[in-house]
């Protein structure tokens, strides 16, 4: 697994077990793929749970000296690092970097950044000029008006709240990136996964053509 490390967090040192990984309770319940146990599982997925866990350590760890925004992809199918995502992925770790120091006045304190097979993305400590609601709310917007916000998770957690949710700014659920039913009536029943992968490459491809990569 490479690891890449900025600032104290490092990828290569897991942080404690004791921590847990409550945030994921959701996602193994509407996702039956991987309501399985770890003998069940291939080494993509396991890698892929190791990966989400960790990552959520950090930031938790982080969350403890203020708010924390991150972001990965949301890459249907087992492949959650394929080769047409890396041109794209310093550009935009860039551009959302530049939007929240320009829409919500923040200094990034402290980065972590990671680039596995099992997927990419990153996550920073913000000074906290702004409420940690307040970055959601941007957050979303970005992701409902950029051309592949529709593939962009961006979170932002801190210390009281935990990880805010769309719902906690009265927002509804996210919408299927095909039909714009709720994520929740089409995951695993609507749509091929090769259909949901062929739109996530078409909006990486349309990035790309948009900021001349």
């Known amino acids: 697994m490479l690891c890449i490390r900025f600032g104290k ?8 077990a004791r ?6 309770a959701k996602f193994y319940k509407s996702n039956r793929k991987w309501k399985m146990t770890s003998f069940q599982m291939t080494p993509e997925q396991r890698s892929i749970l190791s990966l989400r866990e960790r990552v959520y350590r950090v930031k938790k760890k982080m969350s403890q000296s203020g708010h924390v925004i991150s972001f990965a992809f949301n890459i249907p199918g087992a492949e959650k690092r394929p080769a047409w995502l890396s041109a794209i992925f310093k550009t935009l770790r860039e551009e959302l970097m530049d939007y929240f120091q320009n829409v919500c006045g923040v200094n990034i304190e402290d980065e972590f950044l990671y680039d596995t097979s099992a997927g990419c993305g990153f996550c920073c400590l913000v000074s906290q000029v702004v409420t940690a609601l307040e970055l959601k709310k941007a957050a979303i917007n970005f992701e409902n008006n950029s051309v592949i916000g529709r593939i962009l998770d961006i979170d932002v957690m801190d210390a009281y709240h935990g990880i805010i949710s769309r719902s906690d700014l009265g927002y509804s ?6 039909c714009d039913r709720k994520v929740s009536e089409c995951i695993g029943r609507r749509h091929s996964i090769e259909q949901l992968i062929l739109y996530s490459e078409q ?3 349309e990035y790309a053509a ?3 990569i």
């Open 203 to 205: 909006c990486c491809k």
């Open 173 to 178: 659920e996210r919408l299927c990136f095909l």
């Open 210 to 212: 948009l900021k001349g």
């Open 9 to 16: 967090m490092d990828m290569g040192n897991p942080l404690p």
């Open 19 to 24: 921590d847990g990984c409550k945030s994921l």
